[in-house]
């Protein structure tokens, strides 16, 4: 079973990182741009760029169980437990130019992506 799971959400990684997400500009400023699929949008209340703390901030309609951080070469660099429907992530958890950041939501194994332009 533990497998199988494992399969199932590296295809669907798979199939969010070969579709480019340009669908949607969720937030655009000097020093980032996210991007997210139409059918992802729903998720976001609100995302924002806090340049006095190099923060992003993110609020969503659901709690979110945990992200998963991707680098520019879709490597999973780390996974956080947030258990809120906010979240916050310092600009230096990023890599310059494009990053992936997957939103698992409480109780669903679906994962939503967000593609992170890091402008340096």
Do not use: P, R
Request: glycine share 2%.
């Amino acid at each position: 079973m533990k497998q199988l799971l494992l399969i199932l959400i590296s295809v669907i990684t798979l199939c969010s990182f070969t579709t480019k997400m340009e669908d949607i500009t969720l937030l655009s400023t000097k020093h980032m741009k996210i991007y997210v699929s139409e059918c992802c949008e729903s998720i976001f209340n609100y995302a924002d760029y806090n340049e006095e703390e190099s923060m992003l901030e993110f609020e969503t309609n659901k709690e979110i169980a945990f992200l998963q951080v991707f680098n520019s070469n879709e490597e999973m660099e780390f996974q956080l437990n947030v258990m809120s429907d906010k979240v916050m992530i310092s600009e230096s958890l990023l890599s310059s130019g494009i990053n992936h950041l997957g939103f698992v939501m409480k109780d669903k194994s679906e994962i939503h992506f967000t593609e992170v332009l890091f402008i340096q």
